[in-house]
């Protein structure tokens, strides 16, 4: 499997996930900071991505406390939360 269907299986995962309440997203923040710093990890940076290299997530179903989370491929003390559900869809762009 290519990494791109990777990427697209998890991708369309994550859409088809339960939208969760704001409390729960909140307690899995914690949840994963906590995880995070007894793993020897920085904070997360909330700012927006910079292009540069991908991050690379390992295609595992982890949970930490019933918190769904991704586990980075190099580094699997890395996890980090699952992106926010957004309204906005993909969108295609005509080549130039």
């Known amino acids: 499997m290519h990494a791109t269907s990777i990427l697209l299986t998890a991708a369309a995962a994550l859409t088809a996930a339960p939208a969760e309440s704001p409390q729960t ?12 710093d007894a793993a020897g990890q920085p ?10 290299a ?12 019933n918190c769904r989370v ?15 559900p957004s309204d906005n869809r993909a969108k295609l762009r005509p080549a130039r």
Do not use: F, Y
């Open 25 to 36: 997203r909140a307690a899995c923040r914690d949840t994963i900071t906590q995880v995070r």
């Open 54 to 65: 991908p991050l690379l997530i390992a295609a595992v179903d982890k949970r930490i406390d």
């Open 70 to 84: 991704l586990v980075m491929a190099r580094d699997s003390r890395d996890i980090r939360p699952e992106p926010e």
């Open 43 to 52: 904070g997360l940076d909330r700012d927006n991505a910079v292009p540069g």
